[in-house]
């Protein structure tokens, strides 16, 4: 079975730049979570995808940062314009829709964005 | 009070002795835990997850909790180099929010 796949693997741009980052989860998994982590702490949730329909984007500073998921499927990460303050990992998780498991999480690899 | 609070590090232990990594959290009514390992420069790997009290083991991890006194542990037996990573506490709080803790480095030394 694949794993979750992210792309790039690393991305360095200058302050007030935009970027985005793709992620596609395990086949199957209805749940798709972006995070944010800072070197040295936990992950910290951006935004959750069920399907198509966003769950929680309470911590999603939605002034610069904006994401979507199409068909339920891929799903894709902005921020524009990004800050200095926004270099960290950018990791997206999957999960199985249903039972006991739903929130067992897997990540993918992982975007470094690093901000200039 | 922080959601999910870890013990802090960096932890040492020798090669072969027990590694204890503790977790407290605020929401009572939490339900589902979880603990992931994450290597330097790589992404949280899924290792173990605990719903009820009591133990869980697989293999050399024993998961306990406690929700009475809101609080989860780790116990990797027989430790090895291979250990030394930072272990991320998750926490499925009763708002359905999945709350991660800063994460305790580990480090076992040959």
């Known amino acids: 079975e694949a794993g979750v796949a992210q792309s790039p693997r690393y991305k360095i741009i200058e302050k007030r730049q935009s970027v985005a980052f793709w992620c596609n989860p395990i086949?199957?998994?209805?749940?798709l979570y972006w995070y944010q982590q800072i070197l040295g702490q936990g992950p910290k949730l951006l935004i959750q995808?069920?399907?198509?329909?966003?769950?929680?984007d309470s911590q999603l500073p939605k002034d610069r940062f904006s994401a979507e998921r199409l068909k339920g499927v891929d799903s894709t990460l902005k921020i524009q314009p990004a800050k200095l303050e926004d270099s960290a990992v950018y990791l997206c998780a999957s999960s199985f829709p249903g039972g006991v498991a739903v929130y067992e999480q897997y990540f993918g690899p992982g975007t470094r964005l690093t901000v200039t | 009070q922080k959601e999910v609070e870890q013990n802090s590090g960096p932890l040492s232990v020798p090669e072969g002795a027990i590694a204890s990594l503790n977790c407290t959290y605020s929401?009572?009514?939490?339900?589902?835990f979880f603990w992931y390992r994450q290597y330097s420069g790589k992404s949280p790997e899924l290792i173990m997850s605990?719903?009820?009290?009591g133990d869980k083991e697989d293999g050399r991890f024993t998961a306990q909790l406690n929700k009475a006194s809101q609080y989860v542990s780790l116990l990797i037996r027989d430790s090895q180099p291979s250990d030394s990573a930072t272990y991320l506490c998750?926490?499925?709080?009763?708002?359905?929010?999945?709350?991660f803790g800063p994460g305790t480095s580990l480090s076992v030394i040959p």
């Open positions: 998750a926490v499925k709080t009763s708002y359905d929010k999945v709350i």
């Open positions: 929401d009572r009514g939490s339900q589902s």
């Open positions: 605990i719903y009820s009290n």
């Open positions: 086949s199957g998994h209805a749940t």
């Open positions: 995808f069920q399907n198509n329909g966003v769950v929680d």
